[in-house]
């Protein structure tokens, strides 16, 4: 017997914590467990809705490892395909939920939707209660915000939106920005506001959002080698999750996690418009106080805050300057939070 959430839920964010929360409570109030049901891939890909546009916030395994980490009892994912695609709400329900997974009980978040039938949520509730689920449904958690306003669900395809429930691992995201927005509003998260904000270089009100710092997970591979040359060697990030979104072209702060051990270092996102006129994109990580040869070996950065733009310089002599004055802005950000920069 199971309590039963179930979307697609990108990022497992802040948003989702009241599904989450009630999802644990409940499962244990009744003694049963606690099981999160998605998919893989996401809808889009399948269904060809723009799904050229589609970045993720989270590959498979971090998913699953983020829910893990929060106490659920079990990850159940779905193939998703054209046939899973065409079910109706009540054959996903009683065909999945109930046959399938054994559920008693199903937690609805704000926007949650599934069914090639498109029922309203009181449809929803009325159906799952006439197949003998107790429904327990959850209000959005909001935040506050002075951009526009987006859009709050990713909804895509017959089944779960792209936010259904879930949240994470609580929040470690520092705070180095030095003023808040002078008018702000209060609007529910959603994994699409992570992305935008994301795509605006805004790590830290991703992160905000998330409740931890955003993270990209790949392979080092070998690059030019110019950055040693000028001091300041790199490590060039290969991404084991194609789909995964990748911030804003510009210079972060980061926290760099390799060899076992925590580093701080700074992330250059872009196409080196100084070195190179080939224009390929790349994601580059100057570890502070660190020369090993990692090359081969996993690397995952965390995203702490926005440096600058990138940017064309005249010279390499120039650039140099600028990543000297760079490292030392970053070095004193970690000084004035030592254990936050390391999330310690």
């Known amino acids: 017997m199971a309590v039963v959430a179930t979307g697609f839920f990108d ?5 989702h914590r009241s599904v989450i929360d009630t999802l644990l409570s409940e499962a244990r109030r ?3 467990q606690s099981v999160i049901v998605t998919f893989w891939p ?6 060809q ?32 395909s054209r046939n899973l695609s065409r079910l109706t709400a009540e054959q996903y329900l009683r065909d999945v939920l109930v046959s399938k997974l054994g559920a008693t009980a199903v937690v609805l978040g704000y926007d949650n939707r599934f069914g090639s ?10 159906l799952a209660e006439g197949l003998g689920l107790n429904v ?3 209000e959005a958690k909001s935040s506050q915000c002075g951009s526009s306003p987006l859009k709050t669900s990713d909804s895509v395809g017959p089944l779960p939106s792209d936010d259904g429930p879930l949240p994470l691992m609580l929040p470690r995201v520092a705070q180095f920005s030095e003023g808040t927005a002078a008018s702000a509003e209060t609007r529910p998260i959603s994994s699409t506001r992570i992305r935008k904000a994301l795509e605006a270089g805004d790590v830290e009100g991703a992160g905000a959002m998330l409740g ?28 084991y999750e194609p789909l995964k979104l990748v911030p804003a072209n510009g210079v972060y702060f980061v926290e760099v996690e390799t060899l076992g051990g925590h580093f701080l270092g700074m992330t250059n996102i872009g196409v080196k418009p100084t070195v190179t006129g080939a224009g390929v994109r790349t994601i580059e990580t100057h ?28 010279s390499l002599d120039e650039l140099r300057g600028q990543l000297e004055a760079d490292r030392e802005l970053c070095r004193e950000m970690g000084r004035k939070n030592p254990r936050e920069a390391l999330n310690q």
């Open 212 to 239: 931890y710092r955003y993270m990209l997970h790949g392979v080092v591979v070998a690059g030019n080698r110019l950055g040693r040359t000028i001091g300041f060697p790199t490590a060039n990030m290969q991404l």
């Open 287 to 314: 570890i502070f106080d660190f020369d090993e040869l990692i090359y081969g070996l996993d690397i995952t950065v965390r995203f702490i805050a926005r440096v600058r733009d990138e940017r064309k310089f005249a």
């Open 117 to 126: 039938d498109g029922l309203s949520r009181p449809a929803l509730v009325t």
């Open 30 to 32: 009744r003694g049963e």
């Open 11 to 15: 990022g497992v964010h802040l948003g």
């Open 136 to 138: 327990i449904e959850c």
């Open 49 to 80: 809705d723009d799904a050229r546009s589609l970045r993720l916030l989270n590959s498979l395994g971090e998913k699953k490892a983020l829910l893990l980490g929060l106490g659920v009892d079990r990850v159940e994912v779905l193939d998703f």
């Open 42 to 47: 996401h809808p889009r890909t399948v269904l």
